[in-house]
């Protein structure tokens, strides 16, 4: 199948700093990216939907200022939590469409201290 | 989007088929059932997808009744390496693909 990678897997970062995240489709183009963020335990909640070449559409409650998302090509979607805080900690994944199928990203754990 | 409710978890052993039931009364006509395997750190993973009856690949099954108001992924005899969390997605078609909305999905324990 198709194949979603993200980088990096795992990042620590101080408290308020910012953090980019890179989700890139390696083998097929992809004009809408999703991404979404998973607590312990928890299932995955959807943040935004990302669309090639125009705004991001957030989920409700998820600050558009806080995570800045860029979907500038077709083969590449960034995540950039802004100001970060402890309780951002958490699982970033991020999905690209093919078809009507969804290939996930193996995640980025963020830690921020 | 239709809501799911699946069990929160399951035990099974290894070599025993396991079935898990996904129910989605609300399930629209244009949508699609698609299950995701998650294991921990890692992001999902498509088992399989069905509109009705059933659906067969290499990994799973999926059964479908008539009335489509709930779906049944069944794994076959399931090893140690099966032990995951499964998602049951409901959705229809946005812009080419599946805006994917995550339920809490079931947590699968194969003991040997």
Known sequence: GAVVSQHPSWVIC?????????????????????????????????????????????????????????????????????????????????????????????????TVV | LAKTTQPISMDSYEGQEVNITCSHNNIATNDYITWYQQFPSQGPRFIIQGYKTKVTNEVASLFIPADRKSSTLSLPRVSLSDTAVYYCLVGPPILGGFKTIFGAGTRLFVKA
């Open chain 1, 14 to 110: 101080k408290s308020g700093t910012s953090v980019k995240i890179e989700c890139r489709s390696l083998d097929f183009q992809a004009t809408t990216m999703f991404w979404y963020r998973q607590f312990p335990k928890q299932s995955l909640m959807l943040m935004a939907t990302s669309n090639e070449g125009s705004k991001a559409t957030y989920e409700q409650g998820v600050e558009k200022d806080k995570f800045l998302i860029n979907h500038a090509s077709l083969t590449l979607s960034t995540l950039t939590v802004t100001s970060a805080h402890p309780e951002d900690s958490s699982f970033y994944i991020c999905s690209a469409l093919q078809g009507a199928e969804a290939f996930f990203g193996q995640g980025t754990r963020l």
